[in-house]
T-cell receptor, first 114, second 110 residues
Framework: EAGVTQFPSHSVIEKGQTVTLRCDPISGHDNLYWYRRVMGKEIKFLLH??????QDESGMPNNRFLAERTGGTYSTLKVQPAELEDSGVYFC?????WGSGELFFGEGSRLTVL | QKEVEQDPGPLSVPEGAIVSLNCTYSNSAFQYFMWYRQYSRKGPELLMYTYSSGNKEDGRFTAQVDKSSKYISLFIRDSQPSDSATYLCSLSGGYNKLIFGAGTRLAVHP
């Protein structure tokens, strides 16, 4: 069974540009999460989808970040316009609907803003 | 003050050593305690998960939680070079929103 997949694995953009990160969760996992780790900091929660609905978006840093999960399948995280401080690794995770407590993480999308 | 404090290391030990990794936390609302392992350029993977105070053992790994002291530990017995990774403690008040420590980088040398 395929794990959580994320694309791209690495993106280098200039300040002010737009980047869209994609996450494909494990099939059947209703819960989808975005986390990120900026340089020298802890991995921090961004938001949580249950199917296509945003359950908790308290970790989204500002309105330059937009997350969507169309049809309750894959999710995208768009950063527009990107700033230098957005550089880091963005992790997507998913978990099954019965809430086992285990989150399955993807390998992350590394974002570098120049 | 951070919600979770974890020494980032690095920690270097010889093969076969017992490794002790620790985190302290400040919020008594945390109910779930986890340890994730992260290899370089990979995502975190769940290693140990516990709900209550006490010990939980899985092979060479033992997770320990002391809610009264707000202190959690992970012990690795007979450490192997393949254990070289970053170990992240993670806490949650529910299943979904995890609070991570900074991660401790462990190197086990032959």
């Amino acid at each position: 069974e395929a794990g959580v997949t994320q694309f791209p694995s690495h993106s280098v953009i200039e300040k002010g540009q737009t980047v869209t990160l994609r996450c494909d969760p494990i099939s059947g996992h209703d819960n989808l999460y975005w986390y990120r780790r900026v340089m020298g900091k802890e991995i921090k929660f961004l938001l949580h989808f249950v199917k296509e609905s945003k359950q908790d978006e308290s970790g989204m840093p500002n309105n330059r970040f937009l997350a969507e999960r169309t049809g309750g399948t894959y999710s995208t995280l768009k950063v527009q316009p990107a700033e230098l401080e957005d550089s880091g690794v963005y992790f997507c995770a998913s978990s099954p609907p019965w809430g086992s407590g285990e989150l399955f993480f993807g390998e992350g999308s590394r974002l570098t803003v120049l | 003050q951070k919600e979770v404090e974890q020494d980032p290391g690095p920690l270097s030990v010889p093969e076969g050593a017992i490794v002790s990794l620790n985190c302290t936390y400040s919020n008594s609302a945390f109910q779930y305690f986890m340890w994730y392992r992260q290899y370089s350029r990979k995502g975190p993977e769940l290693l140990m998960y516990t709900y209550s105070s006490g010990n939980k053992e899985d092979g060479r790994f033992t997770a320990q939680v002391d809610k009264s002291s707000k202190y959690i530990s992970l012990f690795i017995r007979d450490s192997q070079p393949s254990d070289s990774a970053t170990y992240l403690c993670s806490l949650s008040g529910g299943y979904n929103k995890l609070i991570f420590g900074a991660g401790t980088r462990l190197a086990v040398h032959p």
